[in-house]
């Protein structure tokens, strides 16, 4: 089992920066696990957002944010990142840090998710 624990999120104006964390516990986890965010925006399909995992430095990021966000961790905390730069509207969402041991798309388990809104 593993636990992910979001923090971060908040109210921001377009153009604004905010980073979100995710913090991962339990006692299978390790650097081989893949972090990513995905988000969900009121009535749209959760999407993914980025990915990282750093057994071998491997990260994605979806074309609509490539560029301006930024995922990282820190394996001594087991915890990762994602900054956001030059946020825009179309960037509220509730993010969502999810965790898996064999895919950078498809989470095992998920964390609770943090509301980014984003006005204009």
């Known amino acids: 089992q593993v636990q992910l624990v979001e923090s971060g999120g908040g109210l921001a104006q377009a153009g604004d920066s905010l980073r979100l964390s995710c913090a991962a516990s339990g006692r299978t986890f390790d650097m081989n696990w893949f972090l990513n965010w995905f988000r969900q925006a009121p009535g749209k399909e959760r999407e993914f957002v980025a990915g990282?995992?750093?057994?071998?430095?491997?990260?994605s990021y979806a074309g609509a944010v490539k560029g301006r966000f930024t995922v990282f961790r820190d394996d001594a905390k087991n915890t990762a990142y994602l900054q956001m730069h030059n946020l825009k509207v179309d960037d509220t969402a509730v993010y969502y840090c999810?965790?898996?041991?064999?895919?950078?798309?498809?989470?095992?388990?998920w964390g609770q998710g943090t509301q980014v809104t984003v006005s204009s």
């Open positions: 990282i995992r750093s057994t071998d430095e491997n990260t």
């Open positions: 999810g965790a898996s041991r064999t895919s950078m798309w498809v989470p095992d388990y």
